[in-house]
DNA sequence: ACCTGAACACCGTTCAAGT
DNA sequence: ACCTGAACACCGTTCAAGT
């Protein structure tokens, strides 16, 4: 009876801190319920108090994957800096966090089949959203023009590639390294970069 | 005694038919050797014969879907065109192919903890060098030089992010079009594009 | 409101045995 | 060489019961 659970009114935290470490050492195959309650020093029916089933755990952690994205994009933006050697940073922070969570970023941009609504959409708004102020910031572009939107799609979609080949180690970090700083220059220096910074 | 198994010799090439629809329809977590061994009709222990366990048939599947994908790319490759034709049919071959098998795509560039080896790592080398072949068969470049390099990892990370960001709709389909005719037309006017092509 | 613990159906893996 | 079927440990989920 000296093993009570310590943790009233918490386990919800401290359940998505251990799956998080868990997702990292083995992936999402490696992630058990019941593992996560003997850990937490809990039975194994009292993860269902906080999450109904495996997924809403899943999804609960994809959710806080963008959340903590989302933070390290915009410390990385909190750097004074060109438009140019923001773009670097945001870009390697990026790449970062998708290497050393990968398993947790397979899980925030897994092919879901239910309509795109809910928690999770909204925090990969807001992750998007990062970007848009992040432009807005230097651009003197009029709202109305889609430059800005789509020089943003494209600088996503590149980072997000750059990202999955370093993590499925199809590429190494030297090369990784070298396609941000090409995606950046060839993006800012293009006519579409050139319209949003002199429109 | 009429239900006995009619895959002599071929039962590993319907489990992993099999195998791909069920990955199609539920993902990897989906994906069960039990529930496979019974639509083929055959005990549970028979896949033991063709997978050692679980993971040599989710890599046997991703091999598998690097070589399919090499197919679909050459086959868009065969059609006559500029090299920006061929981008954007490449582009969309190489975003169809990723939304129309999602899962099957995760496990084709999932995270590997182990050394970069192995028939999966050969079967993305191929896939890589469908590009090389492409951009050499219009390029004026020194194969010295390392533009063809980095425009063709420039543009594979951009259609592989395109893709992630498809599958899980955080983008929409007239969106990817979109994003892969302006990365076809930034990476084509860039610099690096000017040294690949008149080099 | 939150947690326990038995129960159930399912799973991957192993392995001796068959053909 | 390939397949069978029992055995084992593990899993997610449900649910009545406790506090």
Redesign the pocket.
Same mark, same amino acid.
């Given at each position: 009876m000296a093993s009570r =659970?310590f943790?009233? $009114?918490n386990? !919800?935290v401290v359940l998505l801190e251990q799956a998080e470490a868990m997702l990292r050492e083995g992936g999402v195959g490696g992630? *058990?319920? #019941?593992?996560?309650? #003997?850990q937490a020093? &809990? *039975?194994? $029916?009292? =993860? #269902? *108090?906080?999450f &109904?089933? !495996?997924?809403a755990l899943l999804d609960a952690l994809a959710e806080q994957g963008f959340n903590r994205l989302t933070d390290n994009l915009r410390t990385a933006l909190r750097t004074p800096g060109t438009l140019e050697e923001q773009a670097r940073l945001v870009g390697r922070a990026y790449v970062d966090f998708a290497v050393h969570d990968a398993a947790l970023m397979d899980l925030m941009f897994a092919a879901k089949q239910d309509a795109p609504s809910g928690p999770i959409h909204e925090a990969a708004l807001r992750l998007f959203q990062v970007f848009d102020q992040a432009l807005a910031r230097e651009s003197t572009q009029s709202p109305a023009d889609d430059a800005r939107e789509r020089f943003k799609l494209l600088f996503t979609a590149t980072m997000q590639g750059t990202a999955t080949l370093l993590a499925s180690r199809r590429i190494d970090r030297p090369q990784a390294e070298k396609l941000i700083d090409d995606a950046v220059d060839v993006l800012l220096a293009s006519e579409l970069g050139g319209r949003l910074l002199s429109g």
């Open positions: =659970p943790h009233h $009114g386990l !919800r992630l *058990s319920l #019941r593992e996560l309650a #003997r020093g &809990v *039975s194994h $029916g009292a =993860p #269902r *108090s906080h &109904v089933d !495996r997924q």
